[in-house]
């Protein structure tokens, strides 16, 4: 059974571009979560979408903006890219119905703002 | 205050020997949930193992168990038997609250190192 898919998995972009970053969730898992790692640090919550909908939302400015597709795929975007956007991005999908509610992650995308 | 904190930024282990990765959290809600990942140089989160707060017996998955101790809030990870791949950063993470919230606070990571 295939994993959590991200693409792309690295990318460049110069400070005040944008970019969007995809996930595809385990067959099944019908949440999505995204995170950002810093390098050095363990990552930090961005978004959580259940059925299509924002379920949760971290402590990330209105450049961050995400959503989740009929398929339960889902998008994260980043307008206006500053310096410290820098990071690997971590979708993650889990199985709603799950008690421990474990995360199983993707290999992220790594992104390096010039 | 840190919601978790992992006061092991490095450990070193001999391969075939076990080894505990400490982690202490703070929550005030009843229902939570505790995690370990394991994150090796690809970058990927493995998840090893799961201890619910209302658990009465300690998490055990293989080579992983987790030593659980809710007076003192710790949910230390135990490697037994230690190989060459479990070389990789490890990463205690906490579910507050119960119901639909699926959020995970995580700690800043252990970067283990199994010896030969």
């Known amino acids: 059974d295939a994993g959590v898919t991200q693409s792309p998995t690295h990318l460049i972009k110069t400070r005040g571009q944008h970019v969007t970053l995809r996930c595809s969730p385990i067959?099944?898992?019908?949440?999505v979560s995204w995170y950002q790692q810093v390098l050095g640090q363990g990552p930090q919550f961005i978004f959580q979408?259940?059925?299509?909908?924002?379920?949760g939302r971290g402590n990330f400015p209105d450049r961050f903006s995400a959503r989740q597709f009929p398929n339960y795929s889902s998008e994260l975007n980043v307008n206006a890219l500053l310096l410290g956007d820098s990071a690997l991005y971590l979708c993650?999908?889990?199985?709603?119905?799950?008690?421990?509610?474990?995360?199983?992650f993707g290999e992220g995308s790594r992104l390096t703002v010039l | 205050a840190q919601k978790i904190t992992q006061t092991q930024p490095g450990m070193f282990v001999q391969e075939k020997e076990a080894v505990t990765l400490d982690c202490t959290y703070d929550?005030?809600?009843?229902?939570?949930?505790l995690f370990w990942y394991k994150q090796p140089s690809s970058g990927e989160m493995i998840f090893l193992i799961y201890?619910?707060?209302?658990?009465?017996q300690n998490a055990t998955e293989g080579r992983y168990s987790l030593n659980f101790q809710k007076a003192r809030k710790s949910a230390n990870l135990v490697i037994s038997a230690s190989q060459l791949g479990d070389s990789a950063m490890y990463f205690c993470?906490?579910?507050?609250?119960?119901?639909?919230?699926?959020?995970?606070?995580f700690g800043s990571g252990t970067q283990l190192t199994v010896l030969p």
């Open positions: 993470a906490m579910r507050e609250g119960a119901g639909s919230a699926r959020q995970l606070t």
């Open positions: 993650a999908s889990s199985f709603w119905q799950s008690e421990a509610g474990e995360l199983f």
């Open positions: 201890q619910g707060s209302y658990d009465e």
């Open positions: 067959s099944g898992h019908k949440s």
């Open positions: 979408y259940y059925e299509k909908e924002e379920r």
């Open positions: 929550t005030s809600d009843q229902s939570y949930g």
